[in-house]
Structure formats: C-alpha cells, structure tokens
C-alpha cells in the first residue's frame, strides 16, 4: 500500500500559530506587575475621521510629565510611569487590582500619518493623540 505524506502549508501553520498566540492573550489571567515582573498595559482606542487618525489611550493616574509619545515611520510609542497615590511600603493591602509601575505600549498605525503635526492632550485619565492624515498623492506611472 503506497504512503502519502500529508504536509501542511506555511500558510495554514502561521494562521494557527496566530490563531493559538490569540487565544493565549484572550485568556490569559491578568497577573499584579509586582508579582508578574511585567509592565502594566492600557487599553487604547484607534479611529479615524475625514482628516484625523485618532488614539486614545486609558492611563488614569498618570502624570503628563512622565509620559514619552515618539513615532517611527507607522509605529507609535507611548510609555510612561503610573505611580501609586499613596506610599504602599507601611500600607496593608486587602485587595490590589490597580496596576502601577512603567508602561509601554507600541501599536502599528493603520494609516499614514504626518506625525510633525501631531498633538496629544491629556483629558479625564484619557490620553488623546490626533494624528493628520498624510493626503494621498495621485501618481501617473509610465509604461515603457
């Protein structure tokens, strides 16, 4: 009896390492950054308008001195420091579930963007980045 051997694409192999790299992140159990030795990471939002790429990003408790914003081509950085109100060094904790310590999150813009005009405020623990939209050049290519 001949033997077939059955091999999956590349294709198929990266859609299930995403798949399963998805699923650890959908269920991953949120661990305090003290104990997990990882940085804490808000949660942001990205939207567009006619003129303006939009990111929001929650960061409650955060002084807008501590907070670095840089762009490198498509990717945009923020980091910064969340430092608790009080000193927790003499305090006996019952429950802890807000997150303190650096963070930093990097997201892939899904526009291009002109990031020398760019402005970020920050507004009721949001940060707000307006990004203007690059406009799109209209380019005639010749055939030879």
Do not use: C
Request: hydrophobic content about 45%.
């Amino acid at each position: 009896m001949p033997v077939i051997k059955l091999t999956i694409s590349r294709e198929m192999q990266s859609m299930r390492r995403d798949f399963e790299q998805m699923m650890d992140e959908l269920f991953r159990i949120p661990q305090h950054p003290l104990v997990s030795g990882m940085a804490w990471v808000p949660a942001m939002d990205i939207y567009e308008d006619k003129t303006f790429l939009y990111v929001v990003a929650e960061i409650a408790g955060v002084d807008a001195g501590s907070l670095k914003l840089s762009m490198d081509g498509q990717l945009l950085r923020i980091a910064g420091v969340r430092k608790p109100p009080v000193a927790t060094n003499s305090k006996r904790f019952f429950q802890m579930e807000v997150e303190y310590g650096p963070f930093e999150r990097i997201v892939r813009l899904p526009l291009v963007v002109e990031s020398e005009t760019a402005d970020a405020r920050l507004e009721n623990g949001l940060l707000l980045v307006r990004l203007p939209k690059k406009k799109a050049r209209k380019v005639t290519i010749e055939v030879k």
